[in-house]
Nanobody
């Protein structure tokens, strides 16, 4: 089992940056594909980015490509989401999740964190 705890959310002006962190417990963290999802009020939870166990493969939603970067540190059991050039439409609760492999489909993720709020003001 994996337990996930996100941090790093907050309020930022449009054009600014934030780095989210997701700390994982469990000795098998390095074997999981990891993903970030987000959910805005009244909308479904959507895929943002994913990374393979080795970090060698990454996927991004078109809406964040070129602005967000996912990375991981298997020694620290942590996955990161660096968010640059933030827009008001990036406002959402951001969740990290773990899956058996690197995937982009929400239903294939087995473990979820509690989420961290990101608010981008215009």
């Amino acid at each position: 089992q994996v337990q996930l705890v996100e941090s790093g959310g907050g309020l930022v002006q449009a054009g600014g940056s934030l780095r989210l962190s997701c700390a994982a417990s469990g000795r098998t963290f390095s074997s999981y594909g990891m993903g970030w999802f987000r959910q805005a009020p009244g909308k479904e939870r959507e895929f943002v980015a994913a990374i393979s166990w080795s970090g060698g493969t990454t996927y991004y939603a078109d809406s964040v490509k070129g602005r967000f970067t996912i990375s991981r540190d298997n020694i620290k059991n942590t996955v990161y989401l660096q968010m640059n050039s933030l827009k008001p439409e990036d406002t959402a609760v951001y969740y990290c999740a773990a899956a058996d492999r690197v995937v982009v489909t929400r239903t294939q993720y087995h473990y979820w964190g509690q989420g961290t709020q990101v608010t981008v003001s215009s």
